[in-house]
């Protein structure tokens, strides 16, 4: 798999959320990473989406993310998991 993104925005997610989108590629690793589509961002011309999974360098994050094709993915932003999403986490773990 490929992992590209817009170097603008890398650099403001690294500024605004601590986070380097070269480190969070273990994330889709995660066996109990929770994937979903993001309805809200997404349009006719682009499907928008989340996951939300353990990272080595940073621990539980929220990733959103765009398949260009089968081969590439293309990063949007990252940010330290929020309350709410560390407990849907805890109950997908709980789960298996």
Same mark, same amino acid.
């Given at each position: 798999? @490929?992992?590209?993104? /817009? %170097?603008?925005?890398?650099?403001?997610?690294?500024?605004? !959320?601590?986070?380097n989108? &070269?480190?969070? #590629? @273990?994330?889709?690793? /995660? %066996?109990?990473?929770?994937?979903?589509?993001d309805?809200? !961002?997404?349009?006719?011309? &682009?499907?928008? #989406?989340?996951?939300?999974?353990?990272?080595?360098?940073?621990?539980?994050?929220?990733?959103?993310?765009?398949?260009?094709?089968?081969?590439?993915?293309?990063?949007?932003?990252?940010?330290?998991?929020?309350?709410?999403?560390?407990?849907?986490?805890?109950?997908?773990?709980?789960?298996?």
């Amino acid at each position: 798999m @490929d992992y590209i993104w /817009d %170097p603008a925005k890398r650099t403001k997610v690294a500024h605004d !959320h601590k986070i380097n989108f &070269e480190k969070v #590629y @273990d994330i889709f690793r /995660d %066996p109990h990473a929770i994937e979903f589509i993001d309805e809200e !961002h997404s349009d006719e011309n &682009e499907t928008r #989406y989340g996951i939300i999974g353990l990272t080595a360098e940073y621990g539980l994050l929220y990733l959103v993310f765009v398949e260009v094709d089968h081969k590439t993915t293309r990063f949007v932003t990252a940010r330290r998991a929020e309350r709410w999403m560390v407990k849907d986490y805890e109950k997908e773990t709980r789960r298996i």
